[in-house]
T-cell receptor
C-alpha cells in the first residue's frame, strides 16, 4: 500500500489561516486529491493536483511538490463551518485511490 | 436529483448473517467504488468497478463480494458477517475510471456486527 501521513488534529481561530500538510511515499504518482468530510457525512471533493505548484479555489488552496512527496491544503479566513476532517488521497501506479487517515480541524470563535 | 444513494442508512447484524448493502447512482458514471471507514484508518477501498460488467479488488476485499450488472447499481455483499466488519461503508462513483476523476460519495451505511 501507500504511506500517507497527515496530522491527526489541528485547532485554529475563526478568521485565521490553517495549513494541513500531507506527506507521502508511493509506487508511482498520478495525482493527489483533497476531500472535506463533516462529522457523520460523506466526503466531498475540494481539489486535485497533478503538477507541481499551487491550485487556488476561493478560500481554499492546494499545493503539490512531487519531488518532495509533499502537499498542503491551505484554508484562509476560517469559518465555523470549516470544522471538519480533511482527507489527503493519492493515485498511485495501480490507479486505486489511497486515502490518508485525515486531519480533524476544529475552528474556535 | 439523488446523485448517489445507499441503503440501509444503518443496520445491526448478528455475526454469521448475510447482508447486502445497496448503492445506486443516477449520474451515468462509469466507475463505482466501495470503501469502509474506520476510526484512525481512513477510507480503505474494498472493491471497485470501472464499467458495468467488470469488478476488481481493492485493498481490503476479503469477506466481501460485489456485482455490477448495470451502470447504476453496485451492491456489496457480506456473505457471513464478522464483528471486524463493523464500520461505516461508503459507496462512490466517478465519471472516468482509473481514480483520476473526482469521486462522488453516497451518505454511507453504518453497519454493526454483533
Amino acid at each position: 500500500g501507500q504511506n500517507i501521513d497527515q496530522p491527526t488534529e489541528m485547532t485554529a481561530t475563526e478568521g485565521a489561516i490553517v495549513q494541513i500538510n500531507c506527506t507521502y511515499q508511493t509506487s508511482g504518482f498520478n495525482g493527489l486529491f483533497w476531500y472535506q468530510q463533516h462529522a457523520g457525512e460523506a466526503p466531498t471533493f475540494l481539489s486535485y493536483n497533478v503538477l507541481d505548484g499551487l491550485e487556488e479555489k476561493g478560500r481554499f488552496s492546494s499545493f503539490l511538490s512531487r519531488s518532495k512527496g509533499y502537499s498542503y491544503l491551505l484554508l484562509k479566513e476560517l469559518q465555523m463551518k470549516d470544522s471538519a476532517s480533511y482527507l489527503c488521497a493519492l493515485i498511485p501506479n495501480d490507479y486505486k485511490l489511497s486515502f490518508g487517515a485525515g486531519t480533524t480541524v476544529t475552528v474556535r470563535a | 436529483i439523488a446523485g448517489i444513494t445507499q441503503a440501509p442508512t444503518s443496520q445491526i447484524l448478528a455475526a454469521g448473517r448475510r447482508m447486502t448493502l445497496r448503492c445506486t447512482q443516477d449520474m451515468r458514471h462509469n466507475a463505482m467504488y466501495w470503501y469502509r471507514q474506520d476510526l484512525g484508518l481512513g477510507l480503505r477501498l474494498i472493491h471497485y468497478s470501472n464499467t458495468a460488467g467488470t469488478t476488481g479488488k481493492g485493498e481490503v476485499p476479503d469477506g466481501y463480494s460485489v456485482s455490477r450488472a448495470n451502470t447504476d447499481d453496485f451492491p456489496l455483499t457480506l456473505a457471513s458477517a464478522v464483528p471486524s466488519q463493523t464500520s461505516v461503508y461508503f459507496c462512490a462513483s466517478s465519471a472516468v475510471a482509473g481514480g483520476v476523476d473526482e469521486q462522488f460519495f453516497g451518505p454511507g451505511t453504518r453497519l454493526t456486527v454483533l
